[in-house]
């Protein structure tokens, strides 16, 4: 499969301003902050997630990581945080999406595909009506303690690709990216953007060597 688009990269499990700007520095077009969640890394304190948000430019996206399922509650917690994008990391119901446009204009939507088989295309279809952009990724919602997202692994690619040519949105990829299998995601998906964490970690912290080397593996693919 020939990839036709640059794709945008957002680094998540951003802990700092530093690693924010770190990210930036090489190329990032956004940048994920980790709120509370039932698992998984990078989960930060809001005061410090405001924080970060406050130091980003424009046009960088501040991509709010959340696992509550309720408007009420997502409203105030972006209200509190100031990020301009939030990351629905668990399946909400449609009056969810409706309430929050109604009352975060502004704010833009990206809801998160856990992809685990052919019947994630359909779910992700569906939510695309609502929002304004995609996130597939190697959750598991159905376990007792809720993956929803950070797990590391890499999930069928095939499918992943037919989303993307079944939606009108944009789709981001996730799950197991690194900047040795970056090429291979591009051609076998060729997504909207890029979504990596544990990929670009050593000891828990931004490693600016693998940071480096994952956009150039991206600026030395080759393009359609």
């Known amino acids: 499969m020939q990839s036709t688009q640059k794709p945008r990269v957002k680094v998540c499990c951003i802990a700092s301003v530093a690693e924010a700007k770190l990210a930036i520095r090489h190329g990032a077009a956004a940048i994920g902050l980790v709120s509370k969640m039932p698992s998984g890394p990078g989960v930060i304190d809001e005061k410090l997630i405001a924080e970060i948000a406050a130091e980003i430019p424009p046009p960088i996206a501040t991509f709010l990581l959340t696992s509550r399922q309720d408007a009420p509650s997502i409203v105030a917690q972006q209200k509190r945080c100031g990020v301009n994008t939030l990351q629905l990391c668990d399946a909400v119901p449609v009056d969810c999406y409706k309430e929050l446009r109604a009352n975060l204009p502004g704010i833009s939507l990206v809801q998160v595909i856990h992809v685990t088989g052919p019947e994630s295309i359909q779910g992700a279809v569906s939510a695309s009506e609502h929002v304004d952009a995609l996130l597939l990724d190697s959750g598991n919602q159905k376990l007792a303690v809720k993956e929803l997202g950070g797990t590391g692994r890499r999930h069928d690619w095939r499918i992943s690709r037919a989303i993307c040519e079944a939606v ?21 998906v060729n997504p909207f953007g890029l979504d990596i964490c544990s990929g670009l970690r050593t000891d828990g912290h931004l490693d600016e060597s693998k940071l480096k080397k994952f956009f150039e593996a991206i600026e030395n693919h080759q393009f359609a």
């Open 168 to 188: 009108n949105v944009p789709v981001f990829l996730a799950g197991g990216l690194n900047p040795d299998n970056v090429q291979e995601a591009i051609r076998e």
